[in-house]
């Protein structure tokens, strides 16, 4: 079902996206540094509630291609580390493994090459888990020279300013919000609610101010 685009608040609607794959990049940190601790988690349940909150936006668009050129080059490298080392094989009995091969996975075998507002989500729920095992040294020293390499964690790494455009030109400031507040409330931490707070009044003072 075709949808008008939706004017927000937001000005060319970027900073939707930005907000969100961030919120989740740091959920994929909160988690992975949890199960480091040694606190029981659920990552796989946090994703799950995630996935339907994101899939309930009013959005049913997809994008062309993700980037080209130096996201193909990581995902030749991550390739290339399977092949040597297996890590499809391994993928489930090496979490680090998973987190890497979803980089890969995700927007390739997953999404048919296409951008799916859920999948780029994933993308940064996996790479925040990633991040952590790559900053405490665990996992192949040969993986951690690879990620050293690119920057998996931006967005801009993923897609352009004109793709995230267009894949928030169909959620209104409001739905934002909404989805922004639930995602939050999943992981009940106290110091994210105050800074998830601070955003949320600062895009209601730039919507009604």
Same mark, same amino acid.
């Given at each position: 079902?075709?949808?008008?685009?939706?004017?927000?608040?937001?000005?060319n609607?970027?900073?939707i996206?930005r907000?969100?794959?961030?919120?989740?990049?740091?959920?994929?940190?909160?988690?992975?540094?949890?199960?480091?601790?040694?606190?029981?988690? +659920?990552g796989?349940?946090?994703? @799950? =509630?995630?996935?339907?909150?994101?899939?309930?936006?009013?959005?049913?668009i997809?994008? +062309?291609?993700?980037?080209? @050129?130096? $996201?193909?080059?990581?995902? =030749?490298?991550?390739?290339?580390?399977?092949?040597?080392?297996? $890590?499809?094989?391994?993928?489930?009995?090496? #979490?680090? =493994?998973?987190?890497? /091969?979803?980089?890969?996975?995700?927007? %390739?075998?997953?999404?048919?090459?296409?951008? %799916?507002l859920?999948? $780029? #989500?994933?993308i940064?729920?996996?790479?925040?888990?990633?991040?952590?095992?790559? &900053?405490?040294?665990?996992?192949?020293?040969?993986?951690?020279? #690879? /990620?050293?390499?690119?920057?998996?964690?931006? $967005?801009?790494?993923?897609? =352009?300013?004109?793709?995230? %455009?267009?894949?928030?030109?169909?959620?209104?400031?409001?739905?934002?919000i909404? !989805?922004?507040? &639930?995602?939050?409330?999943?992981?009940?931490? !106290?110091?994210?609610?105050?800074?998830? %707070?601070?955003? !949320?009044?600062?895009?209601?003072? #730039?919507?009604?101010?």
């Amino acid at each position: 079902m075709f949808r008008k685009p939706i004017t927000c608040a937001f000005g060319n609607n970027m900073d939707i996206i930005r907000l969100l794959f961030t919120l989740i990049f740091n959920i994929g940190i909160y988690v992975q540094k949890s199960t480091q601790k040694g606190v029981k988690i +659920d990552g796989k349940k946090i994703w @799950g =509630n995630i996935e339907k909150i994101i899939c309930a936006l009013p959005t049913d668009i997809t994008c +062309d291609k993700y980037s080209a @050129g130096t $996201l193909t080059a990581f995902h =030749n490298e991550i390739i290339s580390l399977d092949n040597k080392y297996k $890590l499809t094989k391994n993928e489930f009995s090496d #979490m680090a =493994n998973h987190f890497l /091969l979803q980089l890969y996975n995700l927007p %390739i075998k997953k999404s048919d090459g296409k951008i %799916i507002l859920f999948r $780029l #989500m994933q993308i940064a729920f996996n790479a925040g888990q990633l991040f952590v095992l790559h &900053k405490m040294k665990k996992l192949n020293p040969e993986i951690d020279v #690879m /990620l050293s390499k690119f920057k998996y964690i931006d $967005l801009s790494f993923y897609v =352009n300013d004109e793709q995230k %455009i267009k894949l928030a030109s169909y959620i209104s400031t409001t739905d934002f919000i909404w !989805v922004y507040i &639930k995602i939050m409330c999943l992981t009940g931490n !106290v110091m994210k609610w105050l800074k998830m %707070i601070i955003i !949320v009044c600062f895009i209601i003072y #730039m919507v009604y101010f």
